[in-house]
């Protein structure tokens, strides 16, 4: 390691950072600033001292009509927000649904406000709430009772969903759909 590189990684080091996170500010081996560690007698930090809903908040930030945009890690496909803590990865939006409820959501946890991606507590749903929403939106429009069976046979009682619109479909019907492409 280079004499300019040695004094920064010390000073670093004595502030308290992770050999990781100094190995990534200054561009050095992370083992390299390991042994320094170990001859300066320092002890490690801890891995993640931080609770995942605390490093949470310091992933968002706040947009107009009680919004909050994620500014931390993204799925690579979807795009969606995630967060990985002590080895896990998370959706923002479960960590979001876990601060507002004290609860894990059931199924997949998503915004409800119409603005994609937000993770507001207040604005995350669960399946059952989407769900009792949209049924509650069904009756205000005025649509007509769900069938007891789809075409197919399915319960709509276990395999029933409705879209956001309250249009309703058979979730086993639309699984299979995207199992076998050819299925009716």
Same mark, same amino acid.
């Given at each position: 390691?280079? %004499?300019?590189?040695?004094?920064?990684?010390?000073? !670093?080091?004595?502030?308290?950072?992770?050999?990781?996170?100094?190995?990534?500010?200054?561009?050095?081996?992370?083992?390299?600033?390991?042994?320094?560690?170990? +001859?300066?007698?320092? %002890?490690?930090?801890?891995?993640?001292? !931080?609770?995942? +809903?605390?490093?949470? $908040?310091?992933?968002?930030?706040?947009?107009?009509? *009680?919004?909050?945009?994620?500014?931390?890690?993204?799925?690579?496909?979807?795009?969606?927000?995630?967060?990985?803590?002590?080895?896990?990865?998370?959706?923002?939006?479960?960590?979001?649904?876990?601060?507002?409820?004290?609860?894990?959501?059931? *199924?997949?946890?998503?915004?409800?406000?119409?603005?994609?991606?937000?993770?507001? %507590? +207040?604005?995350?749903?669960?399946?059952?709430? $989407?769900?009792?929403? &949209?049924?509650?939106?069904?009756?205000?429009?005025?649509?007509?009772?769900? %069938?007891?069976?789809?075409?197919? *046979?399915?319960?709509?009682? +276990?395999?029933?969903? !409705? !879209?956001?619109?309250?249009?309703?479909?058979?979730?086993?019907?639309?699984?299979? &759909?995207?199992?076998?492409?050819?299925?009716?």
């Amino acid at each position: 390691m280079n %004499p300019a590189k040695l004094g920064a990684t010390r000073d !670093l080091l004595t502030a308290g950072l992770s050999n990781s996170a100094i190995a990534r500010q200054l561009r050095v081996d992370k083992h390299d600033v390991a042994l320094l560690r170990q +001859e300066l007698g320092l %002890p490690n930090t801890p891995a993640q001292p !931080l609770t995942v +809903e605390q490093k949470w $908040r310091l992933r968002v930030r706040d947009l107009p009509g *009680g919004h909050l945009a994620w500014t931390g890690e993204r799925q690579r496909t979807s795009g969606t927000p995630v967060m990985r803590h002590s080895g896990r990865c998370y959706t923002a939006a479960r960590i979001a649904f876990r601060i507002k409820h004290g609860t894990d959501p059931q *199924g997949y946890a998503a915004p409800g406000c119409g603005t994609r991606h937000c993770v507001a %507590p +207040e604005h995350i749903d669960d399946l059952p709430r $989407r769900q009792r929403d &949209r049924a509650a939106l069904r009756l205000v429009l005025g649509s007509p009772q769900r %069938p007891t069976h789809c075409r197919r *046979g399915h319960d709509q009682a +276990e395999d029933g969903q !409705l !879209l956001p619109d309250g249009t309703a479909y058979c979730a086993r019907c639309s699984a299979d &759909r995207k199992q076998s492409p050819t299925a009716p």
